[in-house]
T-cell receptor, first 117, second 109 residues
Framework: GAVVSQHPSRVICKSGTSVKIECRSLDFQATTMFWYRQFPKQSLMLMATSNEGSKATYEQGVEKDKFLINHASLTLSTLTVTSAHPEDSSFYIC?????????????FGPGTRLTVT | GQNIDQPTEMTATEGAIVQINCTYQTSGFNGLFWYQQHAGEAPTFLSYNVLDGLEEKGRFSSFLSRSKGYSYLLLKELQMKDSASYLC??????????FGAGTILRVKS
């Protein structure tokens, strides 16, 4: 089946620094990638949607200057959390949809646990 | 606004059958998904319904009624490894997945 990887799986950073999370589709071309955030015991909240080669579309309430998304190729999207604060600590999950499997399917990465101290 | 409701927690016994309900009100409908998520891991796909009726896949079945904005996930012959959170998600008019808060299922022996 289609595989999506994320790196790193866990990261701890100091307040004020920036962190980059990579999301890769390993065996298919991802025309669309999604970034979600999940707080403990809560559901996934969509942050933004990105299509290869174009600017990401951010959900209401998500600061685009704080959460920089780049979808430079059909297999790679990156999320950079800039000037991280403790309240940005969360589980970040990417998801990809594209030329793999059934057209309706969306494949999720294993997630990245971000802790800001 | 978008709203997806499912019970917060359920407990069932190993070997039994459990039904997890989901009701939704979304801006448009392009299919309903059920995902399983173990703690600290990403969701894994279980089922997809876009037409009314029952879809069966091994021990898991999912039902959809679009007129009622209602779905359920049925798990048969429960196993301890089925203890997880089950997420109901609707793909809306904009083709975005909107997730419910999830139902934590605890399977006891």
């Amino acid at each position: 089946g289609a595989v999506v990887s994320q790196h790193p799986s866990r990261v701890i950073c100091k307040s004020g620094t920036s962190v980059k999370i990579e999301c890769r589709s390993l065996d298919f071309q991802a025309t669309t990638m999604f970034w979600y955030r999940q707080f403990p015991k809560q559901s996934l909240m969509l942050m933004a949607t990105s299509n290869e080669g174009s600017k990401a579309t951010y959900e209401q309430g998500v600061e685009k200057d704080k959460f920089l998304i780049n979808h430079a190729s059909l297999t790679l999207s990156t999320l950079t959390v800039t000037s991280a604060h403790p309240e940005d600590s969360s589980f970040y999950i990417c998801s990809a949809r594209g030329l793999a499997g059934a057209s309706y399917e969306q494949y999720f990465g294993p997630g990245t646990r971000l802790t800001v101290t | 606004g978008q709203n997806i409701d499912q019970p917060t927690e359920m407990t069932a016994t190993e070997g039994a059958i459990v039904q997890i309900n989901c009701t939704y009100q979304t801006s448009g409908f392009n299919g309903l998904f059920w995902y399983q998520q173990h703690a600290g891991e990403a969701p894994t796909f279980l089922s997809y319904n876009v037409l009314d009726g029952l879809e069966e896949k091994g021990r898991f079945s999912s039902f959809l009624s679009r007129s009622k904005g209602y779905s359920y996930l049925l798990l048969k012959e429960l196993q301890m490894k089925d203890s997880a959170s089950y997420l109901c998600a609707v793909r809306d008019r904009g083709n975005k997945l909107v997730f419910g808060a999830g139902t934590i299922l605890r399977v006891k022996s």
